[in-house]
Each structure stands twice: as structure tokens, then as C-alpha cells.
């Protein structure tokens, strides 16, 4: 008898627990990218410029809420070898303008302690929706 209730326990649970829907990408998806970026320090804050690929015609301006910026920062002693593979462990969400006249502008003054960044940012729409990630971008504060 326990045996059998331990069966039907078993199988109850095993049709009844886990995902229902099946594995699928997010059906919104961004297709607007940051390529081509360009860092420079203007009064004390670094900014990236930068172009964006796809039709960016299509959208608004107010159709893009921001984007999101996921870094890592390293010594200035000890920086990561050119071909290793760089995990980005902090990400801000930025909800603000990002677009302006057709690209990309951010400020990014949360850089101010001495050592290396890399980075890379992702466009966020109105509906939440994310676009690809930008290529790899490197940050060297020195100052």
C-alpha cells in the first residue's frame, strides 16, 4: 500500500511541478544597437557617442527609454589579458533620453575610481523590450 501511494505521490508531482510554457525567446525584442562607440572625458564625466544600427528611422525618439550599462572594473595593476574572456558582474538601468538627433549619447559619471572598465550596453524601448548587446567597450581611468 505505501508503495503505490508513494507511486501516485510521485507521479502527481512530477506532472504538476515545472514550466508549463515552452522555452521561447521574449516576443519583443529591440532591433536597435549600439556600434561604432566612441569614449571621451568632457569636464570631468565620460561619455559614450555612438551610432546605431538598424532602422532607427522606424522609431521615435520617445519610443527608446534608455538603456542598460552592465560593467566590470579592474586594477590598474592587474588588468585582464587582451583574449580572456571578461564577465560584466554590475549593470545600471538608465531611464532617460539616450537617442539624440538619430545616436547615441550617454553620460556616465558614476566612473570616477582609478582602474579599468569594460562595458557594454544594451538599448531598452518604451515596452521594455531589449536590444542585442554592443561590443565590447574599454574605459581606462587614470586620473
Known amino acids: 500500500m505505501n508503495k503505490k501511494l508513494l507511486a501516485v505521490v510521485l507521479v502527481l508531482f512530477l506532472i ?8 521561447s525567446p521574449p516576443k519583443h525584442r529591440l532591433p536597435l ?4 562607440p566612441k569614449v571621451e572625458k568632457k569636464a570631468g564625466v565620460w561619455v559614450i557617442k555612438g551610432e546605431i544600427s538598424g532602422e532607427i528611422k522606424k ?21 585582464p589579458c587582451e583574449s580572456c574572456p571578461i564577465y560584466l558582474g554590475e549593470s545600471k538601468q538608465i531611464k532617460e533620453k539616450v537617442i539624440k538627433e ?8 558614476w566612473f570616477k575610481k582609478k ?9 531598452v524601448g518604451r515596452d521594455n523590450s531589449i536590444g542585442p548587446p554592443s561590443e565590447l567597450i574599454k574605459i581606462k581611468v587614470t586620473e
Not at 521615435?60 to 579592474?74: A, D, H, L, N, T
Open 102 to 109: 538619430g545616436k547615441f549619447f550617454l553620460k556616465v559619471p
Open 16 to 23: 504538476c511541478c515545472g514550466r508549463k510554457s515552452p522555452l
Open 33 to 36: 544597437r549600439l556600434i561604432l
Open 115 to 123: 582602474g579599468i572598465y569594460y562595458l557594454r550596453i544594451r538599448l
Open 59 to 79: 522609431y521615435k525618439p520617445s519610443e527608446i527609454s534608455g538603456c542598460i550599462v552592465m560593467y566590470s572594473r579592474f586594477s590598474l595593476e592587474n588588468p
